[in-house]
């Protein structure tokens, strides 16, 4: 069966650091996958989604990065972070393409910039 | 592109009453309509979707939602709601063709002994 690894499940960095989160899926090949962030009150909002392996696409504008060295494998990335960049990222895989419709989401990693 | 709004950012609801959550979505052509639902501090699982046919869709947990494409709306419905049903609700909507889902900013249900 499929799993959907994701960490750190918790993570409190200051302001300038730099941030690693990752996220493996396993028991499929050549999943699509997604990096979203959850903000208080404001839904899922989708920021990069990679269909292979060196391929990122970025739905938002920021000073976070992505990258998906390995088929199974994706990367949330930022050299410095912002008060902003507070809140809880979650990792999704789907089948292409996503007809389908279902998300496979990991457990999620909520990040606290101070 | 596509879009999702949902009216209600909070619900309450006592055990045994029935649940009704509303979804509704923007999008030029027949579009992929999902309810997603997530426990707190979790990932988000899937409660049904709907893709074409019939506009009544049953999913896990006893939820079932209709389509109904004149009011362009996609809402959660539940005859009698169980204490575990307290959870967040995302609706979400997607293209076809595309690899992407718009998520609503989700509704919090909250249950009442």
């Known amino acids: 069966s499929q799993t959907i690894h994701q960490w750190p499940a918790t993570l409190v960095q200051p302001v300038g650091s730099p941030l690693s989160l990752e996220c493996t899926v396993e028991?499929?090949?050549?999943?699509?996958l997604y990096w979203y962030r959850q903000a208080a009150g404001r839904g899922l909002q989708l920021l990069f989604y990679?269909?292979?392996?060196?391929?990122i696409s970025s739905e938002v504008p920021q000073n976070l990065s992505a990258s998906r060295p390995q088929d199974r494998q994706f990367i949330l990335s930022s050299k410095k972070l912002l008060l902003s960049d507070s809140g809880f990222y979650l990792c999704?895989?789907?089948?292409?393409?996503?007809?389908?419709?279902?998300?496979?989401f990991g457990e999620g990693s909520r990040l606290t910039v101070l | 592109a596509q879009s999702v709004t949902q009216p209600d950012i909070h619900i309450t609801v006592s055990e045994g009453a029935s649940l009704e959550l509303r979804c509704n979505y923007s999008y030029g052509a027949t579009p992929y309509l999902f309810w997603y639902v997530q426990s707190p501090g979790q990932g988000l699982q899937l409660l049904l979707k709907?893709?074409?046919?019939?506009?009544l869709v049953q999913g896990i947990k006893g939820f079932e939602a209709e389509f109904k494409r004149s009011q362009s709306s996609f809402n959660l419905r539940k005859p009698s709601v169980h204490w575990s049903d307290a959870a967040e609700y995302f609706c979400a909507v997607g293209a076809g063709g595309d690899y992407k889902l718009s998520f609503g900013a989700g509704t919090t249900v909250t249950v009442r002994a």
């Open positions: 990679s269909v292979g392996i060196g391929q």
């Open positions: 709907y893709f074409s046919g019939d506009t």
């Open positions: 028991g499929t090949s050549n999943p699509n």
């Open positions: 999704a895989w789907s089948v292409p393409p996503v007809y389908t419709g279902e998300l496979f």
